[in-house]
């Protein structure tokens, strides 16, 4: 095998079902997982992902975990010769793009919420979303003594104890810690249960009583008692320039305004860097890699406000780089970055969004590549057609093969979404086998491609000030080609 053209070889993944564990926490289709996990291992598939989800395996009480259910579905993967990437799923699963199947989170802590309803994440209008935790209870004890932090840490924690046999055989090579609504590192700002719809601006989620408290506390040390969370951001389905807030020259552009959306933006990142220092504590010295999502915001992406992703606590804007911030905090974890709408075209968006995907993406995966993470992706929707897959492709490798050795740039990883008996079917399957040798450079599966190492303990935490020098000056993107040089 030629050594030089293994080092182009991107690994390919695919999203097991949402609903292959069932409601009651137990495996019921193994006949048919077996089945569909051996048609991916004929097709050349390094591994699969699944969701984890907390809702499930913790659901009857406190620190009562019930793996055995995922022990049977590791166990069909391990002996599918197949790696495993694992997601550590602390939201509910239901209420948005592409969800078949309800798994809140745990009962007993939305039993909390009976009382306390501010440990969820409110809108302006006092609506609250139970799909995850505000992050302004991450140190709370609220919960039976724990804080939102404490029980995500010993979540994995007992993750760690039994499954020790799949991680020490080198079976689960990932671990995607979950940050958030969908398992992505962002607000809730566009849930299609509260009425969202494609492209509405989303809403800033940030009005739970211990948000407004922390926010009214930073103003109060910046000398601003007087400053209040927005009132003038308009609604869900707003579009930008219908806001004060977002309007040219409106108060996003105020000092201000910049107060709050770093304010904002920066509670993500810092609850981010939280949750992943427990992680690293939890896996270090197993052979797995930490990995979080970043959601892939591409609508309102060509106006100089960037509505939608600000909503969702990236604050990007044309001359301020929103994802290199977040890039940087992971570099204290050795932790990975997971992008999304790696299918996109901008050609396929309609006009009225502003949408860019392409952009989007470039500049997210550049932002990765100069902090020198390891840089993965998925697609946003379902597609089965060659435009999707060569759109991939180029994302997978921008600037094409190296003959000569590795890439000057590529993707670590890439999750198809997701499996199901219609990518296994025909046309669809026998493009997608296609699909996944050209990932592989045309190579032979290969299950030694780009090793882990050990965890390795986190670096010491760096200060905020040092990760908002990230976002300036904002670099133009690597240099991507229009189309792949090896398409299906």
Known sequence: MPRNMLANYVQVYVMLPLDIITVDNTFEKADETRAQLKK????????????????????????????????????????????LQAIMSCHQCGGNVGDVVNIPIPQWVRDVGEDDPDIFYTNRGG????????????????????????????????????MAEFLDAGVIVDIEVGLGPAGEM?????????????????????????????????????????????????????TPEKTQFFADNGTYQTEKGKFFLTWYSNKLIKHGDKILDEANKVFLGCTVQLAIKISGIHWWYRVPNHAAELTAGYYNLDDRDGYRTIAHM?????????????????????????????ELVQQVLSSGWREGLHVACENALG?????????????????????????EHKLYGFTYLRLSDELLEGQNYATFKTFVRRMHANLDYNPNVDPVAPLKRSKPEIPIEDILEAAQPKLEPFPFMENTDLPV
């Open 186 to 238: 962002r607000y809730p700002s566009y849930p299609q249960s509260q009425g969202w719809v494609f492209p509405g601006i989303g809403e800033f989620i940030c009005y739970d009583k211990y948000l407004e408290a922390d926010f009214k506390a930073a103003a109060a040390e910046a000398g601003h008692p007087e400053w209040e969370l927005p009132d003038d951001a308009g609604e869900y389905n707003d």
């Open 40 to 83: 991916l291992t004929e097709a050349g598939v390094d591994g699969v992902m699944i969701d984890v989800w907390w809702g499930l395996v913790e659901g009857k009480a406190p620190r009562a975990y019930d793996w055995s259910a995922y022990k049977q579905v590791f166990k069909l993967v391990q002996e599918a010769g197949l790696k």
């Open 127 to 162: 609506m609250r979303n139970i799909e995850y935790l505000t992050i302004g209870v991450d140190d709370q004890p609220l919960f039976h003594g724990r804080t939102a932090i404490q029980m995500y840490a010993d979540y994995m924690k007992s993750f760690r104890e039994n």
């Open 330 to 358: 992971l570099t204290r974890h050795y932790a990975s970055m997971n992008f999304t709408c790696a299918e996109m075209r901008d050609n396929e968006q309609s006009s009225e969004a502003k949408s860019a995907p392409e």
């Open 383 to 407: 597609r089965y057609d060659a435009t999707a897959y060569n759109t991939i492709l180029r994302n997978a490798r921008p600037q094409g093969i190296n003959k000569n050795g590795p890439p």
